[in-house]
């Protein structure tokens, strides 16, 4: 099974600043398959971005991913006030998992 | 717009069943783009996957829990389900149903809005 890591646990923020969140796999992930996530409080999560870099149906284009192998990117590149939020990165190259979740929170 | 909803009991026994339905409209689950996948979420384990279910019954579980999960369809009223068996405490979680896609069954881009089960006698 391959773990997901996220890294920082909690990010404070301001409206508007540019955000990067990472995630590092234990082991290769293949054929570009990972995501991301985002949950609001409350909220079921909501697909973002898929394979590394697609971004999903409706999702604007301040989200972007990238990496490649174990570590991977999401960047926000001004944040909104419905950006904060938990995210979580997703791999789907070997079994299903998730990683443990970034919050990003306001500073 | 396709919309999930999960329905089932809140409160479960140790050592009974879960069993959990999702009714799916706006779309149809035998249309044959899409898998059906149950995810749960609890503060210890985090987000975890428990397996998914196709149209034509063909499932794909977890395996660190296939031996107690099993997955049906309804094609009927357009509903799938989930039944965990031998539960405790550790199966406390708000459990999802979800929809795979757009171009891989792994990629849950619509989900219902979650049902709390809490395991307990």
């Known amino acids: 099974e391959i773990v997901l890591t996220q890294s920082p646990g909690t990010l404070s923020l301001s409206p508007g600043e540019r955000v990067t969140l990472s995630c590092r796999a234990s082991q290769s992930v293949t054929n570009n398959y990972f995501a991301w996530y985002q949950q609001r409080p409350g909220q079921a999560p909501r697909l973002l971005i898929y394979d590394v870099s697609s971004r999903a149906s409706g999702i604007p284009d301040r989200f972007s991913g990238s990496g490649s192998g174990t570590d991977f990117t999401l960047t926000i590149s001004r944040l909104e006030p419905e950006d904060f939020a938990v995210y979580y990165c997703q791999q789907y190259s070997d079994s299903w998992t998730f990683g443990q979740g970034t919050k990003v929170e306001i500073k | 717009q396709l919309q999930l909803q999960e329905s089932g009991p809140g409160l479960v026994k140790p050592s009974e069943t879960l069993s959990l339905t999702c009714t799916v409209s706006g779309g149809s689950i035998t249309d044959s783009r899409y898998h059906w996948d149950w995810i749960r979420q609890s503060p210890g384990k985090g987000l975890e996957w428990l397996g998914n279910?196709?149209?034509?019954?063909?499932?794909y579980y977890n395996p660190s829990l296939q031996s107690r999960v099993t997955m049906s369809l309804d094609t009927s009223k357009n509903q799938f389900s989930l039944m965990l068996t031998s539960v405790t405490a550790a199966d406390t979680a708000v459990y999802y149903c979800?929809?795979?896609?757009?171009?891989?069954?792994?990629?849950?881009?619509?989900w219902g809005q979650g049902i709390l089960v809490t395991v307990s006698s």
């Open positions: 979800a929809k795979g896609g757009p171009t891989h069954p792994a990629q849950f881009d619509s």
């Open positions: 279910i196709y149209y034509t019954g063909g499932t």
